[in-house]
């Protein structure tokens, strides 16, 4: 199985702060990589698929780069919206996610 | 304008079964891959089961065995037959669609429905 391993677990971080999470997997999943945004009691929200690409009605302020194992998604100005769970998930070999990371403000 | 409503869950015993349901509308099941992900209390996120758009299933380890996964093309709807519960299955059971043969993947979720296993 393809394990993914997110850092940090949690960030704080201000409005107007540019963050960056990263995610790492197991083994190599190519660009098969997404990122969710999930709100506490809500369902994930796709931000990023294919590693880089915005999913639609997505801010510009988000972006994924990465391939392989190594993968990041970078706020460029955190919003107060921003502040939720980000989860990685693979989609190589079925889906796997991330154990999430927390932006919770500073 | 798509939506998907899971329905089923609630408490039951340890050993019991549920059966979940997740209703679809904006879209056709059929032509899409749906998933169900669950979260448990405080956890991150665990895909559960797939039903592709040709039929074919698919299971986690952590479910196989117990867990059957369906579709009701006339209904638009997709199931999840839970069965032999343990309490490592509380969590929050969400629906999720896919498209095939595309660069995305989940796209559209439910607000999930929540099962509690415990005596």
Redesign the interface.
């Known amino acids: 199985?393809i394990q993914m391993t997110q850092s940090p677990s949690t960030l704080s971080a201000s409005a107007g702060d540019r963050v960056t999470i990263t995610c790492r997997a197991s083994e190599s999943v190519s660009s098969?990589l997404?990122w969710?945004q999930q709100k506490p009691g809500?369902?994930?929200?796709?931000l990023i698929?294919?590693a880089s690409?915005l999913?639609s009605g997505v801010p510009s302020r988000f972006s994924g780069s990465g391939s392989g194992t190594e993968f990041t998604l970078t706020i460029s100005s955190l919003q107060p919206d921003d502040f939720a769970t980000y989860?990685c998930?693979q989609?190589y070999t079925?889906?796997?996610?991330?154990?999430?990371t927390k932006v919770e403000i500073k | 304008e798509v939506q998907l409503v899971e329905s089923g869950g609630g408490l039951v015993q340890p050993g019991g079964s549920l059966r979940l349901s997740c209703a679809a509308s904006g879209f056709t099941v059929s032509s899409y891959y749906m998933?169900w992900?669950r979260q448990a209390p405080g956890k991150?996120?665990?895909?559960v089961s797939?039903i592709y758009s040709g039929g074919s299933t698919?299971y986690?380890?952590s479910v196989k065995g117990r867990f059957t996964i369906s579709r009701h093309n006339s209904e638009n709807t997709v199931n999840l037959q839970m069965n032999t519960l343990t309490a490592e299955d509380t969590a929050v059971y969400?629906c999720?669609r896919?498209i095939g043969d595309s660069?995305?993947?989940?796209?559209y979720?439910?607000?999930?429905t929540p099962v509690s296993v415990s005596s």
């Open positions: 199985d098969w997404a969710y809500k369902a994930p929200k796709l698929y294919k690409n999913e989860y998930q989609y079925y889906w796997t996610f991330g154990q999430g | 998933t992900v991150g996120l665990e895909w797939v698919y986690a380890d969400y999720a896919g660069e995305k993947t989940l796209d979720w439910g607000l999930g």
